[in-house]
């Protein structure tokens, strides 16, 4: 009669550490904004320059005098069927840190 109840607990154990996601630190030079960032920029698209090209979306930047905007741009991928991961903006107990986007 034990045995089941058991299991059962060892199941929603597990269940629940599943659902708890992993979260790596910032990067060791990561530069921290102290608020969020703006929304995003709504950007034009110009045409595609070339077979294959990928969009890569602008973003926001920080430095000294706080958000500024990169615009995006057309890359080529490093290998074919490479795919572009946006970056974003995390939020850490010291502020907010860039994480860089990257192909997969």
Request: aromatic share 18%.
């Amino acid at each position: 009669m034990k045995k089941p109840v058991f299991v059962l607990l060892v199941m929603g154990l597990l269940t629940i550490a599943g659902c708890l996601a992993y979260v790596p630190p910032p990067p060791p030079d990561a530069i921290y904004a102290p608020g969020p960032p703006p929304e995003p920029l709504v950007e034009v698209v110009p045409a595609v320059p070339y077979p294959g090209a990928v969009w890569i979306g602008g973003y926001w930047g920080y430095g000294h005098s706080g958000y500024y905007w990169n615009n995006g741009y057309w890359g080529r991928p490093p290998h074919p069927g490479a795919a572009w991961v946006p970056g974003g903006w995390h939020h850490h107990s010291r502020g907010y840190y860039w994480n860089p986007g990257r192909w997969r």
